[in-house]
């Protein structure tokens, strides 16, 4: 059975920094974008980061950029976000993607182009 496992999540203090893990199980990831989403409480599930099948390309979200890195390992079986200088608003539940998509700006914008979901990482943010 196909499915994304996502790992990595906790308790962060702001301004400091935690990496979430994806792993994919019964499937490799090779022709398919990834992408992290986000969704807080009462708020959409939000694309952030996403990664091109080949890694060669990202895109980020504009509240994200700087501060957020994905990654995908060249056994594409895996792919990592690592998250630095975390602020308040991060806090959420994270979610992996993976798709067969050409365009890093609709796999970032679109969940409807999501073919397989994580089942999510809680990131709580608190000093």
């Known amino acids: 059975q196909k499915h994304l496992v996502d790992s990595g999540g906790g308790l962060v203090q702001p301004g400091g920094s935690l990496r979430l893990s994806c792993a994919a199980s019964?499937?490799?990831?090779?022709?398919?974008?990834l992408a992290w989403y986000r969704q807080a409480p009462g708020k959409e599930r939000e694309g952030v980061a996403c990664?091109?099948?080949?890694?060669?390309?990202?895109y980020y979200a504009d509240a994200v950029k700087g501060r957020f890195t994905i990654s995908r390992n060249s056994a594409q079986t895996s792919a990592n976000l690592q998250i630095t200088n975390v602020k308040p608003e991060d806090a959420a539940t994270y979610y992996c993607?993976?798709?067969?998509?050409?365009?890093?700006?609709?796999?970032?914008?679109?969940?409807?182009?999501?073919?397989?979901w994580g089942q999510g990482s809680q990131v709580t943010v608190s000093s």
């Open positions: 993607a993976a798709a067969v998509v050409g365009n890093l700006y609709h796999m970032c914008t679109m969940p409807g182009a999501v073919d397989y």
């Open positions: 019964g499937f490799k990831l090779t022709y398919h974008t």
């Open positions: 990664i091109s099948a080949d890694g060669r390309s990202t």
